[in-house]
């Protein structure tokens, strides 16, 4: 005795429909013209690979990072890799907006530390934890916004130029405050400290183009303003011809 199907229902099974068979989109042909050029720039270099996870170059002639002999330097194609080999789960590189927040604070805390060893005179010191919070600056990724990169370390290098000058490196606080000008160019700090670093070299005139200079992007700066009036004054006194009278002493 044959069963019927309940109603709304087959007794039969219909066949799958067959799948559209999925397309593969080719591959994106390179632009010509910038293929041309980055066949006419490319140049063959010899390399030799070491380290961990053999993951990082060197030349191959004297096994160096950075070799002057051999004009190659590596640096920032390591300091990349490093960042890969240490973090497995990293496929590529994140967007610019993501920001490494332990190295930002690293870098926050051993310049606080500086700023309150400099409060408590002791300059060397203080210098010290300048210099460490610089190398950490230095080696954000090349991938995260360049004004993070700024904005830390011109921070960290004024505040080692103004410890520079206070243990009579003028010199090096020139330097210094060179470097904050060359990063961050429109941050009035960076010429004030080159005007302060000047005028302990003695070449007050400079330090007043480098304070005008600072003005011209701040002009309302109290601390550029009131320190062109001292160097004013100090112009003033060096240039006073001395009035007073010499005394001859002379023998009866």
């Known amino acids: 005795m044959s069963q019927q199907a309940p109603a709304g229902q087959h007794s039969h099974a219909h066949p799958h429909p067959p799948q559209p068979a ?3 989109m080719p591959a994106p042909q390179p632009d010509p013209v910038m293929q041309a050029r980055i066949d006419a720039d490319f140049k063959p270099v010899d390399i030799a690979v070491g380290g961990p996870s053999t993951a990082f170059a060197f030349c191959n002639t004297h096994k160096l990072e950075k070799c002057k002999q051999c004009h190659v330097d590596f640096t920032a194609l390591n300091r990349v890799s490093k960042i890969l080999v ?4 990293l496929r590529c590189p994140p967007p610019p907006t993501v920001v490494q927040q332990k190295l930002s604070q690293a870098v926050t805390n051993m310049k606080d530390e500086g700023n309150n060893l400099y409060k408590l005179n002791k300059t060397r010191e203080a210098l010290s934890k300048y210099n ?19 904005e830390e370390l ?4 004024s505040n080692r130029s103004a410890a520079l000058l206070e243990l009579g490196d003028y010199l090096g606080a020139l330097v210094d405050a060179e470097t904050v000008i060359s990063v961050r160019r429109q941050w009035p700090k960076g010429h004030f400290r080159k005007a302060k670093a000047l005028v302990a070299l003695g070449h ?33 006194s060096r240039n006073q011809p001395n009035t007073k009278e010499k005394t001859v002493s002379v023998t009866s």
């Open 154 to 157: 011109s921070t960290v290098v």
């Open 204 to 236: 007050i005139e400079e330090a007043k183009d480098a304070i005008s200079l600072g003005l011209q992007f701040e002009p309302n700066n109290t601390e550029l303003s009131g320190y062109m009036l001292e160097l004013d004054k100090q112009l003033a």
């Open 86 to 89: 240490t973090n497995p789960t």
């Open 132 to 150: 460490m919070a610089a190398s950490i600056a230095v080696q954000r990724p090349a991938w995260e916004g360049a004004a993070i990169l700024r």
């Open 22 to 24: 999925q397309q593969v």
